[in-house]
């Protein structure tokens, strides 16, 4: 089983950073797939989940209208497309499997392992 998160990196503030979560070793279909951001000094909170069937949407008001988040089922890949970036958008992001979006944190069964966004002037 593996989640295989990339794309993270440097880049100005407004600029723009595309995150892919890849999944192998299980049934990818079963689950939604979350962003949780993870900010220097705090804690763990998901940004955005996508579910699996209709691909509903779900985005935190901090990135709301500046992020978009799709699946391609045929790659069993999530892409996060982040724009408009901010200082405050400095995190490690993860992927993680969740039964539905809208179940927290705990409910993660299969985490990725991280990667890192940097956003400066």
């Known amino acids: 089983v593996q989640l295989q998160a990339s794309g993270g990196g440097s880049a100005q503030i407004g600029g723009s950073l595309r995150l892919s979560c890849s999944a192998s070793?299980?049934?990818?279909?079963?689950?939604?797939i979350a962003w949780f951001q993870e900010p220097p000094g705090k804690g763990r909170e998901e940004v955005s989940c996508?579910?699996?069937?209709?691909?509903?949407?779900r985005f935190a008001d901090s990135v709301k209208g500046r992020w978009t988040i799709s699946r391609d089922n045929a790659k069993s890949t999530v892409y996060l497309q982040m724009s408009s970036l901010k200082p405050e958008d400095t995190a490690v992001y993860y992927c993680?499997?969740?039964?539905?979006?809208?179940?927290?944190?705990?409910?993660?069964?299969?985490w990725g392992q991280g990667t890192q966004v940097t956003v400066s002037s």
């Open positions: 993680a499997t969740l039964p539905k979006c809208g179940y927290n944190l705990g409910y993660v069964r299969y």
């Open positions: 070793g299980f049934s990818w279909n079963h689950y939604a």
């Open positions: 996508i579910n699996s069937g209709d691909g509903s949407t």
